[in-house]
């Protein structure tokens, strides 16, 4: 089952960012976790032509010419000077997508994710896509608590419309 849980709790998930959880739950019986244990390019592969469908750029391979690079800096006459990359982009919704698989709690890859989205230059929304199910351990459970625990503090303001966590 595709669990997701759109950030802050107080508003109600945009239609596009809706669309995103459609296709994971579309796709459910190709990623799900409790089955699978495909690295996040394999999840990224399945889900990848429905999210082009919506106007996303996706990341086709890890070849430099495949990148969807996003601006974070730029420098003298406007030249880009730094990115990040993503695994899909959509630069009219302003919205950023990152797939992960086994490392996105051990090695605190959302985090990773949070920090270089929240850099991005005209990003307004984030998804991050984690295993509902790791090494038996409950990634997407991990994860969602602790953006309860983020949002539920006053003392971290982030530059985002909204956060949406999938657990695939």
Known sequence: MINWQYYPKTDLIPNHLYAVVNIFENKQNQIDSSKFTLPSNDVLAVIAEELEALHYQVEKSKREIDKIKVPVLFGRNGKLELYFEADAYHPIQKTVIEVEAGRAVDNFQFLKD????????????????????????????????????????????LPFKGILIIGY
């Open 114 to 157: 949070l920090f270089q989205a929240a850099m991005m230059h005209d990003v307004e929304y984030l998804t991050i896509a984690v295993r509902t199910y790791y090494r038996k351990q409950k990634d997407f459970e991990k994860v969602t608590q602790f953006f309860d625990t983020l949002y539920a503090s006053s003392r971290l303001k």
